[in-house]
Each structure stands twice: as C-alpha cells, then as structure tokens.
C-alpha cells in the first residue's frame, strides 16, 4: 500500500512528499480510512508508530474537502499531555499541510498568552495541552463552538497526569455532534470509561503494544545503588552509541547526573518538569541535532521525545511498572532502526524485572560490564571510625546519652 491510495489533495500529496513519506505504518493504514470516512476511531498505538499522521492527514484532508476557512474558527482540536508532545504534533500539521494553506496553532504553558490568543483566533488546527486551554476558556479568549473534530492523543499519560476533569470541562464547551478519535499505548479501566464517554459507536484499530521489542534487544545490569553513576560513566565509554537517553526516577537525579556527565566530556543534557519552555526547547533542540549525546530524563518530561537517532535507552533507575517501561523503550529502534535498552537493577527491583519479562514473553539476559570494580563499597564505609581523642580520653558526648538523631533530608521529588 502507498500514500496514493488514500487519495489525497494534491496540496496535501505535496506535504507528504516534502516529509519524505512513501509508505503508510500499519497504524496509518488502519486509521486513515475510518477517519476519512467520518467514524470515531480508539487507536491503540505507541509513540513511534506513526499515529500522529495518522489523525493529521485524514484531518487536513476533511477540512479541505469541506473548503473549512484556513484562518478560523477552529473546526478540529488535539489535546496532547504535554508542551513537547504537543508542539511535535503542530510542527506535523505546519509540514504536512505547508501547501494547503489551513492554519494551525499550539497552545501550552511556560509561554506568553498573547501570541498563543493571537495565533488561535487565526487558526483553524488547535494543538493543546488541558492546562493552559482552560486558561484560555476561562478568559473567554477561545471558542470552541464549531469544533467538529477532536483528538485525544496518549490519553492514558494525560489520566496519569491528572488531566481527566480537565478534558471534561473542555468537552463540555465542544459541539454534540462531531467525531472523535482517542489514541492510547494502553488501555487500563479509566481509559475505557473514557472511551465510552466520548467515542460513538468506534471503530477500534490497533498494533501490537510489544512492537519495539521486535527491534529493541534488552540486557540487565545488576549493581549495588551507590554504584549506578561509575556503571553509568563505563558502560557509554564501552558501548558504540549515536544519541542515547538515560532514565531517572527524579528531577533532581536527572540534572545532577547530566552535569556530572557533562563535566566528563560526554555532551549531555537533561529534560524535567521544572524547566521553562525556552530552556526544554534548546535541550530538545541540541538533542535532535547531535549537540547533545545524551539526554538525562524523567518519564513525564520525556514524552514527546521524537529522534529517530536514538541507539540506547538506559534505565539508570528502573520504571514502576511494565507499561512505562515499554514506554521508555519506544524511543529507540524507531524508524525502521535497531536499538538497544540496558536498565540497572538492584536486589529491589525483583518485582518490576519479573512483570517486565512477562509482558516482553522474554527472558533477559544478565550482563557485567569488564573490568568494573562491583565490590567497591559506598564512600562513607571508607572513612575511618576511629574515634577522636581528647587528652587521651574519649571524648564524651555533651548529653551523657544517645546524641539525636540527624534529621534525613526530605525525600527527593518526583517529575
């Protein structure tokens, strides 16, 4: 199957070509048909599977059809978890409809709400995250009354995000009649209830959630937790890499080791929820053009990570759960490339490694990294505990008892 038989607009054939695309992904192949043929369509697909084009084309192809105005009012809506996801999604609707003249226009937080104002009352595509579109709504700066087409992309990590009264307050501002399409990795209780929420009489169409395992070979690391930073610094000096993202549990993990990284020499960066979107785009941007190696992340800020480059996944801290770990993974051996995902785990990490093998239906191999010293102990055990002396005696402590305990610090937040 080609492009071709979908029978597009030519001015829509002309942004096809200028991406490059020839033949449509199984998720592509699937949904474009339904949609063009007005159905609510549930897509189960991963990132890295092409579903963006696959609501993108059969919408800038209705709307032409329908000769919708190209400046206004917003006739189609995708609401995406975040301001990465979300401006990959308009930079796809910018270069496939380059020649149709239909404007588009994005609308998330960490920038000024003018222009987005501006560029919304001048836009027919509306991309947005939930946030900062209530914003809008709430200013009465955004209509959406003639909205016929909606799109709910990952919306599974928007439930995990919190957004779902959102997404009910926005779709109470929406027309009854109109078609929508809801794209998930996965399909837990809440998604479903969701579905049947939206959705009117969908046609279901899906590729299989283990497809990266397909091109993706997975390895295990054990080691101790005080040693995952030196494993880290030995295991990307052995390997032969292009761009490689490494995985923390915590925003403040993930600065820290990619400036540690950094300092050593290998060009790296790291992507978590605190920073603005100017300081996310040059991370983003220096990824993706190979200033950058590696990318240091958390799971909420990677979303909408798209490099085609991406050699290695590395699990420096291992996911809660198996669905986010084939998440992580889907950002390698993209694009028809192979790719490769080492995680480090630690004698705690028993249950995930099981649910993880369980869900691949693969056994994953144990691997040592040559000549790395595993028994190194963690650096308080080599200090000395001999204790201090005073005129010969041991110097008593102040309270006659047991000194109180030092107060821990507080527990490191997460993205």
Do not use: W
Request: hydrophobic share 40%; proline share 5%.
């Amino acid at each position: 199957m080609s492009f071709d038989s979908f029978s597009f607009d030519q001015r829509l054939v002309a942004g096809i070509n200028a991406c490059g695309y020839v033949t449509p992904t199984p998720i592509q192949s699937q949904a474009i048909p339904e949609v063009l043929a007005g159905k609510d369509v549930m897509g189960l697909a991963q990132t890295g599977t092409g579903k963006t084009a696959a609501f993108a084309l059969p919408i800038l192809q209705r709307l032409l059809a329908a000769e919708a105005t190209k400046r206004g009012p917003i006739r189609a809506l995708v609401l995406a978890p975040t301001r990465e996801l979300a401006g990959q999604i308009h930079e796809n609707f910018i270069d496939l409809g380059r020649q149709t003249g239909i404007r588009c226009a994005a609308v998330f937080g960490g920038v000024g709400f003018n222009p987005q104002i501006k560029a919304v009352s001048q836009s027919t595509v509306v991309v947005a995250c939930p946030g900062r579109l209530m914003d809008l709504i709430n200013q009465g700066a955004i209509k959406l009354d003639k909205v016929d087409m909606l799109v709910l992309d990952e919306a599974d990590r928007m439930l995990d995000m919190g957004f779902l009264p959102d997404i009910k307050r926005i779709m109470s501002h929406l027309p009854e009649d109109r078609r929508n399409l809801l794209f998930s990795a996965t399909m837990p209780k809440d998604i479903k209830k969701l579905a049947d929420r939206i959705l009117k009489n969908p046609v279901t169409v899906q590729v299989a959630n283990t497809a990266p395992a397909k091109r993706v070979s997975h390895a295990f690391y054990p080691v101790d937790q005080h040693l995952k930073g030196r494993l880290l610094e030995a295991l990307l000096k052995e390997i032969e890499h292009e761009s490689v993202i490494v995985f923390t549990r915590t925003k403040h993990r993930a600065k820290n080791l990619a400036r540690k990284l950094d300092r050593i020499g290998h060009q790296a960066t790291f992507l978590q929820g605190n920073m603005t979107q100017n300081q996310r785009r040059r991370a983003l941007d220096g990824f993706r053009d190979g200033t950058f190696r590696v990318m240091v992340a958390t799971d909420i800020a990677a979303r909408g990570i798209d490099c085609d480059r991406v050699s290695h996944v590395i699990n420096f801290d291992m996911p809660d759960t198996a669905e986010t770990y084939t998440h992580r993974i889907g950002r390698t051996g993209r694009a028809g490339r192979s790719g490769e995902a080492f995680s480090f785990t630690t004698p705690d990490d028993k249950v995930i490694v099981r649910d993880i093998e369980r869900t691949l239906r693969l056994r994953i191999d144990s691997h040592t990294v040559e000549g790395f010293d595993y028994d190194r102990l963690p650096v308080q055990q080599h200090v000395s505990h001999k204790p201090k002396v005073h005129n010969g005696a041991r110097r008593p402590h102040k309270s006659g008892g047991n000194r109180r305990p030092r107060r821990s610090a507080g527990r490191e937040k997460r993205a």
